[in-house]
């Protein structure tokens, strides 16, 4: 069993050049790290690599990164905005559960999969655009600030409820996707409006809101 690479009262560190892979629970619940340099080369952040780095405000992941696996940076409840890189194809299941702070998140166009509940209980996250990728399951549960999400073409599966608890959420923007069963996507989201790129039969079917200004005239 791996056991936390750095002492638990470390607050910086920087990772040697020689590094591919940031260790399972390397910093395990190092809870005064602030900041870590992360050198090119770098492909794999293991599992629970920064479990309960509550100090940890920022991280820029190397562009060689190509895995983040499950629970990697679970509590890191400090953690503001972070960075992934073009070339990451995985995002492990709960990866960054219970991120209360992470604001700013963009994800990568190679992005292929998100494991469920990789982003559950990230309550500032606002907006989202998800990336082609195969698998939709649970992976913006109990969110509660997350107002807007952006679909890009078209997932093989839509697991349910993936965004249950969502109550601010108001837009819901399907690219590409005109004949998608999405009534079961928007469960728990009251406030959730559809939107379309592209308009299939019965465009507007099963539009979950009732707040629509007197001003709005049409649909966009």
Do not use: M
């Not at 920022?58 to 983040?68: D, M, Q, V, Y």
């Not at 807007?148 to 599966?157: D, G, I, Q, V, Y």
């Amino acid at each position: 069993e791996s056991r936390p690479f750095a002492p638990a009262d470390v607050t910086h560190v920087t990772v040697h050049p020689s590094v591919k892979e940031i260790g399972k629970f390397a910093f395990y619940e190092c809870g005064k790290l602030e900041s870590i340099e992360i050198p090119e080369g770098v492909q794999v952040v293991g599992k629970g690599a920064f479990y309960g780095c509550h100090a940890l405000c920022t991280i820029e992941l190397p562009s060689t990164t190509k895995e983040i696996k499950s629970e990697a940076f679970i509590w890191c409840k400090g953690l503001t905005s972070i960075l992934i890189p073009e070339g990451v194809e995985h995002i492990g299941e709960y990866a960054f559960s219970g991120c209360h702070a992470l604001s700013t998140l963009k994800l990568p166009s190679t992005l292929q999969h998100i494991g469920e509940d990789a982003f559950y209980g990230c309550n500032s996250l606002t907006r989202v655009t998800l990336p082609l990728i195969t698998d939709i399951h649970n992976h913006f549960r109990n969110n509660k600030s997350l107002a807007a999400l952006t679909f890009l073409p078209s997932p093989n599966e839509l697991q349910a409820e993936p965004l249950e608890g969502n109550t601010l959420l108001h837009l819901c923007v399907l690219n590409k996707h005109p004949h998608i069963p999405i009534a079961h996507i928007l469960e728990e989201c009251p406030n959730a409006i559809q939107q379309r790129n592209t308009l299939g039969q019965t465009p507007l079917h099963l539009c979950l809101t009732n707040n629509v200004g007197a001003e709005v005239t049409k649909v966009i």
